[in-house]
């Protein structure tokens, strides 16, 4: 009989690293600096809020764009 780790495949996925998270929020940040966000604002956001921001890459260009 096989035991559940191995029936449930849904277990047997590899997980996400913590180095391969941290790259990707650290792309994530840079993203948001080529946008044109000061380093300092992005410094201070949480990685969830760094994710809604970049959902609309526009958005952020235009309200980062000089005046």
Same mark, same amino acid.
């Given at each position: 009989m096989a035991s559940t780790q191995a029936r449930n495949k *849904? !277990? *047997? !996925?590899?997980t996400k690293s913590n180095s391969a998270r941290n790259k990707r929020q650290n792309d994530h940040r840079k993203r948001l600096v $080529?946008?044109? %966000?000061d380093e300092a604002t992005v $410094? $201070? %956001? *949480?990685?969830?809020e760094v994710r809604e921001k970049l959902k609309y890459p526009a958005k952020v260009a235009k309200e980062c764009a000089p005046k």
């Open positions: *849904n !277990r *047997n !996925r590899p $080529a946008l044109g %966000m $410094a $201070a %956001m *949480n990685p969830k």
